[in-house]
């Protein structure tokens, strides 16, 4: 087994680790409303391409 592979375990620990640890760190609220920001601008630029496909403006 050469040092890669042995290591392979304890590098997998600590990833899993650190994943987990970054879960539960608290979201702020600014990062929501960026989002909501996002899928709302998004939905409106799907609005403006349906209605380009269908010929009408709004």
């Known amino acids: 087994m050469d040092r ?18 970054l879960l539960t760190l608290p979201v702020p609220e600014q990062l929501y409303d960026l989002i909501r920001s996002y899928e709302q ?5 799907l609005l403006a391409e349906e209605s380009l496909k269908d010929g009408t403006t709004d």
């Open 4 to 21: 890669l592979t042995a290591l392979a375990p304890a590098v997998d620990r600590y990833v899993r680790e650190t994943y987990n640890s």
């Open 41 to 45: 601008h998004h939905e409106k630029q």
